[in-house]
């Protein structure tokens, strides 16, 4: 298992200010909504029960069985002779009735079928159990890429709203230095153009914002007013191992799509096996005890009771049947063949999708970093430009330019953090290690 070790640290950086109502919700009630609500999940947890029950089911194929039968049957007889000088033997007029039972035991002595199919239950159990874990891994990755997106949509709904105010503001001074003739209609129709462009763009930001709570809502079943965003003051820290090679191995070693594939490998070996083992004979151990009673019969008025027990092997031989055992043993040989690749390549892709992920990890961490320099950067050139447009040596078009690359700056810096918050879980989902701890430890992140 990986080493936990603190993920978030404290570091002094620029963000959005956000204030929070004491009814936000925060990342781990939104997830457990999600458990209770999600039907993908819940679909996992019925699977995973109906999994299990592969194994009990595969060993009742080794244990012996007890079966009892019965049957009662009521006749009536009504005999007429034709013949006058028998009639008083052929006359007569019955009503027979028999019951009886049998009691049946078999245990299996050598029927290697049968051990396969139990070996293959057991891996029937893993192969449920890893698509669970799968799917457990999936929910905390959706839950919380849906609770980010929703940040990260009231992010941007609110960088256009503040640039909206500063723009504003902008054309009202273009405004009234046009009217003094210390600027020309130029300014003012700048100021009015980038207006009317942000005004589209905060409602294109209130849309997405509202797309992005009902896809939160469609995993959880909830509509939440407020939401606990991510605290200004959050620092990432590198991934732990820092070592790519060491999450590969990881990936190769648990990833749930590497085990649930070594599982459905080891099934159709054993299939294989089972198909071959066809052409053996079968030896049961066999025992009944059976007890019959009748009142009459058609030719005794007296009633018999009559008790029988059997105790025997009975042993099977297979010795043709149209090539069906031989095609279905080459059916299961190719078929485990065809896994043995499936495996590979689920090797292959637990690796690919490792090391993409930890790229994405360590470059988010880097671009964090080097955005928060940025946001300062671009602070200090907004106020600069601000201060010469006041003084007659940049132009209004210059400080619509720095406000504009100020807000770029704060949106690529809040997406940034959500994504790269998100690539830490996705890269310990494709090293088989995501918990519900490591969505804790995110979701001490949050504002509070």
């Known amino acids: 298992m990986l080493e936990r070790s603190a993920v978030f640290s404290l570091l002094g950086a620029l963000a959005l200010p956000a204030s929070l109502p004491a009814a936000a919700e925060d990342l781990m009630q939104v997830y457990r909504d999600a458990q209770r609500y999600d039907a993908v999940y819940s679909g996992a947890r019925y699977a995973l029960e109906a999994g299990r029950e592969k194994l009990p089911q595969g060993r009742s194929l080794l244990l012996p069985t007890l079966g009892l039968t019965g049957s009662a049957t009521k006749s009536r007889i009504d005999s007429e002779s034709r013949d006058p000088a028998t009639a008083p033997n052929l006359n007569f007029l019955r009503r027979p009735q028999v019951d009886g039972y049998t009691l049946t035991f078999s245990q299996p002595v050598f029927r290697l079928q049968n051990w396969y199919q139990f070996e293959q239950g057991e891996q029937q159990v893993r192969q449920a159990e890893a698509a669970f874990g799968q799917a457990s ?86 509509e939440y007013a407020e939401l606990t965003p991510l605290r200004a003051d959050v620092r990432l820290a590198p991934p732990n191992p820092d070592n790519m090679q060491d999450w590969v191995d990881l990936a190769e070693k648990q990833g749930y799509p590497v085990a649930l594939q070594e599982a459905t490998t080891e099934i159709a070996r054993l299939e294989a096996k089972r198909n071959t083992a066809g052409h053996l004979p079968t030896l049961d151990f066999i025992a009944t005890y059976g007890k019959t009673g009748q009142s009459a019969t058609l030719t005794s008025p007296v009633g018999s009771d009559l008790t029988t027990t059997q105790i025997g092997l009975q042993l099977a031989v297979p010795l043709y049947q149209g090539g069906a055992i031989s095609s279905r043993e080459r059916e299961a040989a190719a078929l485990h063949l065809k896994a043995k690749d499936d495996l590979e390549n689920a090797r292959r892709q637990a690796a690919l999708t490792a090391q993409q992920t930890c790229l994405s990890v360590i470059n988010g961490i880097a671009q964090v970093g080097a955005l928060e320099q940025a946001l300062v950067s671009s602070q200090s050139a907004l106020d600069s430009n601000k201060l010469g447009y006041e003084v007659g040596v940049r132009i209004n078009i210059d400080v619509l330019n720095a406000q504009q690359q100020l807000f770029s700056t704060r949106r690529d810096l809040s997406t940034a953090r959500y994504n790269t918050i998100l690539n830490q879980l996705r890269l310990k989902a494709a090293a088989g290690s995501l918990r519900d701890e490591d969505l804790e430890e995110v979701n001490r992140a949050l504002s509070f």
């Open 137 to 222: 891994q999936d929910l905390i990755v959706r839950v919380s890429q849906a609770y980010f997106d929703v940040l990260s949509a009231q992010d941007t709904l609110a960088l256009a709203r503040a640039q909206k105010a500063a723009i504003s503001e902008q054309l009202a001074q273009a405004k009234r230095n046009f009217e003094v003739g210390t600027a020309t209609i130029t300014d003012t129709h700048e100021a009015q153009a980038r207006f009317d462009l942000i005004v589209a763009q905060e409602i294109a930001a209130q849309n997405d914002l509202e797309n992005k709570r009902r896809a939160l809502q469609a995993l959880n079943g909830k």
